[in-house]
């Protein structure tokens, strides 16, 4: 009998013992198996929170808001349904029984990081023959064991290997950081991206919440900074930053009640939300409020100037009390460094104003030279570049340090240095002295600058993501994709993980099919390639049946069918269906017949992330719209004749192809620091939830969606 799949498995051979590696992303390594014959995940009948542990919490990590084990059980319950098993309770219990997965802390057991430190997100799994055992240092040791048991439920088809073992991450911070100052993200995305990031033990999620494009002093005039992009995501009506958030970009910003609910939706699968506001340079958007702050190039603040520190100090007053984390991240990147002094003593002055409300504070690493001061010891430096720093250096220094080095930096879309996906290659390959890339790794091509493994002042890594080009660079989920192969791979290393590229490689689709409380991939079940399908040809005039054979019926309102035809013929006539977007890779196709009575710029197809316009308001040009942004074709829809429309999602590309003629390509034109344009494709989501209901007047035949292209 085959009872589990052999690739899952592996012995390795540590020092005097002999454990297996349970492959999974990270990889579990220190699991004796002690039977042959497997425990069958669809023999559990519940789920048991230990009475004496079910209020406990981590205090040790980095959130303020942990959530209690009997939480973390209901979110894991929660989960098992990605498996297909139906719906399992949750109890509080005294002791392990058969046929559970009991939940408790583990009171002995040492659970070690790379230093040798305890940590207190370490577990023991124990698959017994009649029930589970996960006890973890603390309830997020618990949750991430958690994860592995999905994991390997699934990898084994609901079979899991019996026997145990214990298992820790090397290092404490492990995650991403997004730019969400040059491009704004919807809270939703931001909370599913903290569900993807906990499926792999990854722990935090550092949000760069103010930035502005790049300002090119050398071209740009005063009046020209002042106007360009720059952004503040937090939203107060506290009167000490009343205008810090532009009018027209409130609907682009976070009020308190978002942030909070972030925070909490993250941290329910124990992501911590690291907030960033920068300053004294990539802070146009304080100057733009306050241009008497800036320097000559308004992007760096005045430091001598006797406002600039009040005002931050402002600002992190009013801030502060929404942060749920024990460290905040001010900045302090990239300034003059003919100011070097200046910037110091902001520095320190922040740290010790932000210090006394009992946070730590990051800086991005930054080559200030001074002959006289030196910023604060207890500031941690996230190193992202030797010309900034030399990491090593300043662990010897007595700093601790956050790897962001840029040897994983992306630029979203377009960058003349750095690449638009994680290198793969470099994650499994990228350490000089040989093996796999691990957070000591500051550089991937000299090992004389990395610390030791057990280096206790490396506390993990953040691999950023920029916007370097702003907001009509990207759409919102193009940031998703460009993590989305690559991230699992890395969290595996940031965990301390042995996961081969061959065996990533071999697992990463079912991994990915199962990653609770997001759909980043606006993926659509179905039975066939043919996701839906209206003929009009049949329905009561208010239902339209759906020929897929899924059963997505959709819903006339004030509209009329006949003959294979739906008629739209009033501006608030519209078809629903129980669909939103889909994701790479579809084809919508339609027969459409626009009314010259439709306005431009009337809607033709909405969804949760998109929209087909006829017109982008002034122009006739057919467009799709994404986010805040609409990205026009070169091509108008003629009214009052029939016309085949296919729209397709190709990869990170999309198109149109009218009547069978040529595919045009929706592309978006990215200005590149005031000197150039560049053309790039632009992957907007299929908009499929409603047609009409927005001005469109006309007759569409034959809508369908298919899941590939
Ligand atoms: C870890 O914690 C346990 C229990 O609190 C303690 O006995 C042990 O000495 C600690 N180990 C280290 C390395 O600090
Ligand atoms: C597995 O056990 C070995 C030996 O005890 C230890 O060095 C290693 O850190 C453990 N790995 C994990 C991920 O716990
Ligand atoms: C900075 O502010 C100081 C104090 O107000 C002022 O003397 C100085 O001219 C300002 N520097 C610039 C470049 O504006
Ligand atoms: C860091 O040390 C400085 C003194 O050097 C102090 O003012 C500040 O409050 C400390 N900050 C933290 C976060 O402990
Ligand atoms: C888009 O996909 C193509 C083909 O797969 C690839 O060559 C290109 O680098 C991708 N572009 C971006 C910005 O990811
Ligand atoms: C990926 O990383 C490897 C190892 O560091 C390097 O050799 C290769 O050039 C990188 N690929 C790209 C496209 O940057
Ligand atoms: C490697 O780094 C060390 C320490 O920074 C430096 O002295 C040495 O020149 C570097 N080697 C190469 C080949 O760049
Ligand atoms: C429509 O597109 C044209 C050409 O790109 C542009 O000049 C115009 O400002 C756009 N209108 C709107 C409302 O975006
Ligand atoms: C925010 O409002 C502005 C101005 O009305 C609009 O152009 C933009 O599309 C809106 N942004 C979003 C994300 O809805
Ligand atoms: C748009 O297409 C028309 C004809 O189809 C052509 O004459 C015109 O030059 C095109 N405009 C652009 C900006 O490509
Ligand atoms: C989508 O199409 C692209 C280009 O043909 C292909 O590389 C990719 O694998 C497809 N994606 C899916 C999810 O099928
Ligand atoms: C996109 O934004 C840039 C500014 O970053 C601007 O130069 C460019 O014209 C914009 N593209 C479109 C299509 O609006």
Not at 26 to 33: A, E, K, L, S
Not at 142 to 151: A, H, P, S
Not at 388 to 409: A, M, Q, R
Not at 439 to 467: C, E, H, K, M
């Amino acid at each position: 009998m085959h009872l589990f799949r052999a690739a899952l498995i592996v012995s390795v051979s540590l020092v005097g013992l002999s454990a297996n590696t349970l492959v999974g992303i990270p990889t579990f390594n220190n699991f004796t198996v002690a039977s042959t014959t497997p425990f069958l995940l669809s023999s559990v009948t519940s789920v048991l929170v230990d009475t004496r542990f079910q209020d406990s919490v981590d205090l040790n990590g980095e959130t303020l808001i942990p959530p209690t084990l009997l939480a973390f059980a209901q979110t894991f319950t929660s989960d098992l349904l990605e498996l297909g098993l139906p719906t399992i309770p949750v109890h509080v219990a005294g002791s392990a029984q058969p046929d559970s997965i009991f939940l408790t802390i583990s009171t002995d057991g040492d659970f070690l990081d790379a230093a040798g430190r305890n940590t207190s997100e370490g577990y023991t799994l124990t698959i017994g023959e009649q029930g589970i055992v996960i006890a973890g240092a603390s309830p997020l040791g618990v949750f991430w064991g958690t994860r592995t048991l999905i994991q390997q439920a699934k990898l084994g088809g609901l079979q899991l290997p019996v026997g145990s073992g214990s298992d820790s991450p090397g290092w404490s911070t492990r995650g991403v950081m997004l730019d969400t100052g040059r491009h704004y993200y919807p809270p939703g995305f931001l909370v599913e991206i903290c569900a993807y990031l906990s499926f792999f033990k990854q722990n935090t999620f550092h949000l760069h919440l103010s930035d502005n494009l790049f300002n090119n002093v050398d071209i740009y005039s005063r009046e020209r900074s002042l106007d360009l992009y720059a952004a503040f995501r937090l939203n107060s009506d506290d009167p000490a930053v009343a205008g810090l958030v532009r009018p027209y970009r409130l609907n682009e910003s976070y009020t308190r009640e978002t942030f909070d609910d972030i925070q909490s939706s993250c941290a329910a699968r124990g992501v911590t939300i690291i907030p960033e506001i920068e300053a004294p340079g990539h802070a146009l958007v304080i100057s733009q409020w306050k241009p008497e702050l800036g320097l000559a190039d308004l992007s760096l603040l005045n430091i001598s100037h006797p406002d600039t520190i009040p005002t931050m100090e402002a600002i992190w007053r009013t801030f502060l009390p929404w942060f749920h984390s024990k460290s905040v991240h001010i900045g302090a990147d990239e300034y003059d460094s003919s100011l070097a002094n200046d910037y110091i003593l902001f520095v320190n002055t922040l740290s010790s104003f932000i210090g006394s409300s009992g946070k730590n504070i990051r800086i991005w690493g930054t080559n200030e030279p001074s002959n006289t001061s030196t910023v604060s010891r207890n500031i941690t430096i996230q190193h992202w570049e030797f010309f900034e720093d030399n990491p090593f250096d300043l662990i010897k220094e007595g700093y601790t340090v956050v790897n962001s080095d840029d040897s994983f930096y992306i630029v979203n879309k377009f960058s003349g240095s750095y690449p638009q996906t994680l290198n793969i290659t470099r994650i499994f390959e990228g350490n000089p002295a040989g093996g796999a890339w691990a957070p000591y790794v500051f550089d991937t091509s000299n090992a004389t600058n990395n610390p030791p493994r057990s280096d206790p002042r490396v506390l993990g890594q953040i691999a950023a993501l920029w916007n370097d080009y702003g907001e009509n660079a990207t759409t919102v989920s193009e940031a998703y994709y460009a993590w989305r192969d690559g991230l699992p791979a890395l969290a595996d290393k940031q965990w301390g993980g042995v996961l081969t590229r061959a065996q990533y490689d071999a697992i990463f689709d079912d991994m990915h099919s199962i990653i609770p409380g997001q759909n980043l991939d606006r993926a659509v079940a179905s039975k066939t390639d043919v996701i839906l399908q209206y003929n009009f040809d049949a329905g009561d005039g208010e239902t339209i049946t759906d020929s897929s054979g899924n059963g997505y019926d959709g819903t006339c309102h004030a509209c009329s069918i006949s003959d294979g035809v739906i008629s739209l013929s009033s501006a608030s006539s519209r078809l629903t269906t129980p669909l939103s977007s889909k994701g790479r890779n579809y084809t919508l196709s339609l027969f459409i017949n626009p009314s010259s009575q439709t306005p431009v710029g009337a809607t033709i197809l909405s969804g949760a992330d998109s929209a087909l316009v006829l017109g982008n308001g002034t122009l006739p040009s057919l467009a799709l719209v994404s986010g805040n942004q609409a990205y026009a074709l070169n091509y108008t829809l003629p009214r009052d004749v029939w016309t085949t429309l296919d729209l397709i999602g190709r990869g990170n590309a999309t198109f149109l192809r009218a009547d069978d003629g040529p595919e045009m390509q929706f592309l978006t034109v990215l200005g590149i620091n005031g000197v150039s344009f560049e053309w790039e494709p632009i992957a907007v989501e299929a908009p499929v939830a409603q047609i009409g209901g927005d001005g469109f007047i006309g007759r569409i035949a034959k809508f369908q969606l298919l899941g590939s292209a």
